[in-house]
């Protein structure tokens, strides 16, 4: 139901509008003085003593951010810079402070930090609503040259340094309206403090696309695409050898924003799949889940079933009899060159400073 709730505030029907387009005006309106608050310096944005890089977006619901965020976080680690990432942990059961370690309940930390630390060993993930306090933490945790912070672009308290925006190339910005009578969290001129902007999902350059994007930003646009890499069992198993290929069909089930793109990417993986069984974004997976799951894969006689690594971090295990896989992707960024070099130079500032 609240998957259907979702598509529908996507796109609202236009007997719908009349009631959601004055709470689209209130949104406006709160979230323009909240951002005023900082930007006149009302309420202080305060800085922490390294560069701070953000991942963030202008919509509701995902658009990739976390791959994203760990594929920049290994980037910068092959290059000996110390990251720490920054995140609020996205439903989880309180805001405390706290450090991500692997194996941690994804109910206490929140599933994409979960699933950082499970994929990249090593790396410092702070979870808290407090993020310059989080940063101060890890500081005093161990060195640091630089923060990412995980949707970060409407997160104010804490100055940064550089802000990347992801765009999905599928859902892009909905029908243009804010909250509820659309799916955009600011008003497109926002795109003008943005450094970057990412667009996802997109295998190639839409320029048509992009000059829509330069009326309202100056940031340089880069196109990227999520290229599979390949099952692996579930849960994560260190040292489990990736899946080449499932024995069979699969039935997919998924909890993000824009599902269909998850049915995509398993089509050029050569993935078959039977049916794709779509629940909202960080979606905690019910008894009543499971069984619609299963029950779609009975009935179509699938083999096992397959699902992302954000999902496959909050699916119950041991819940059902037939094999589970998630499907690791790696973001393909054109022209990455550019991004990282600026934000390369940013860490050696960094590095300077510690």
């Not at 990739?64 to 059961?93: C, D, F, I, N």
């Not at 050569?270 to 299963?294: N, Q, T």
Request: hydrophobic share 45%; aromatic share 8%.
């Amino acid at each position: 139901m609240r998957y259907r709730l979702e598509e529908v505030l996507a796109d609202p029907p236009a007997a719908l509008l009349p009631l959601l387009v004055p709470l689209s005006v209130l949104y406006r309106g709160v979230s323009a003085l909240h951002r005023r608050l900082y930007t006149t310096g009302i309420i202080a944005s305060r800085h922490l003593p390294r560069p701070v890089v953000s991942v963030g977006n202008l919509t509701a619901g995902g658009g990739g951010k976390t791959p994203l965020t760990m594929w920049l976080a290994e980037r910068l680690k092959a290059s000996g810079v110390r990251v720490a990432v920054l995140t609020r942990g996205y439903g989880r059961l309180n805001g405390d402070l706290r450090f991500v370690e692997p194996g941690d309940d994804w109910r206490i930390v929140g599933d994409e930090p979960a699933l950082m630390a499970a994929k990249m060993a090593g790396l410092t993930v702070a979870v808290s609503k407090n993020r310059f306090k989080a940063g101060w933490a890890a500081l005093e945790k161990g060195e640091v040259d630089l923060f990412l912070l995980d949707d970060g672009f409407q997160h104010y308290a804490l100055k940064r340094d550089l802000d990347i925006v992801v765009v999905d190339n599928g859902r892009r910005f909905g029908n243009g309206r804010l909250l509820p009578a659309g799916i955009l969290r600011g008003p497109l001129p926002r795109l003008e403090e943005a450094d970057f902007i990412i667009v996802t999902r997109a295998p190639v350059a839409d320029e048509e696309f992009e000059h829509y994007l330069k009326r309202y930003s100056t940031a340089q646009v880069l196109w990227a695409d999520y290229r599979p890499m390949g099952l692996s069992p579930v849960p994560f198993l260190e040292g489990a050898a990736p899946v080449d290929k499932p024995p069979g069909a699969l039935v997919a089930f998924c909890g993000i924003a824009g599902p269909e793109s998850f049915r995509d990417t398993l089509r050029r993986a050569g993935i078959e799949v039977l049916d794709l069984v779509a629940f909202p974004d960080h979606h905690p997976f019910s008894a009543a889940d499971i069984r619609k799951i299963m029950e779609t894969a009975r009935r179509l006689k699938a083999v096992g079933l397959v699902t992302t690594e954000k999902d496959a971090i909050r699916w119950p295990v041991g819940q059902v009899l037939l094999p589970v896989y998630s499907l690791s992707v790696q973001p393909d960024v054109q022209r990455e060159n550019v991004l990282l070099e600026r934000v390369l130079d940013l860490a050696r500032k960094g590095k300077g400073a510690a």
